[in-house]
């Protein structure tokens, strides 16, 4: 279940996007935190497993005609490519008018995603 972020997940936030490599120094992080909240159009979002845990995270981008994925987190407990799928169709459920898409570091992902819907 994707959740949007709120103030009172920042530090479960802050867990999940630790998992990415290039946030791991404190103020990076805290940097990438706050481009998304500076603009209605990113998100983070916060998923769930089917255990009611948090154990990923999504930052999006969102346009008229698609949305952006600029990243996904996955705890290394649950970091497989059918949670990543999982996560990408709640995506679409949520945003169901627009086209998901990646950036070039996750486009790779998104290419296998949507050829499990051909």
């Given at each position: 279940m994707l959740l949007k972020y709120r103030a009172d997940y920042e530090?479960?936030?802050?867990?999940?996007?630790?998992?990415?490599?290039?946030?791991?120094?404190?103020?990076?992080?805290?940097?990438?935190?706050?481009?998304y909240q500076d603009s209605d159009a990113r998100q983070l979002l916060l998923w769930k497993d089917m255990n009611q845990d948090f154990s990923g995270i999504v930052g999006v981008e969102i346009r008229p005609k698609f949305v952006i994925v600029r990243l996904i987190a996955l705890t290394p407990a649950v970091r497989d490519e059918n949670q990543?799928?999982?996560?990408?169709?709640?995506?679409q459920d949520m945003y169901p008018d627009q086209r998901i898409m990646g950036t070039l570091e996750n486009?790779?992902?998104?290419?296998?995603?949507?050829?499990r819907h051909e």
């Open positions: 530090k479960v936030a802050m867990g999940l996007l630790s998992f990415v490599p290039t946030l791991k120094k404190i103020d990076r992080l805290q940097a990438e935190l706050q481009w990543t799928n999982t996560i990408l169709d709640e995506l486009t790779a992902v998104i290419a296998r995603w949507e050829a």
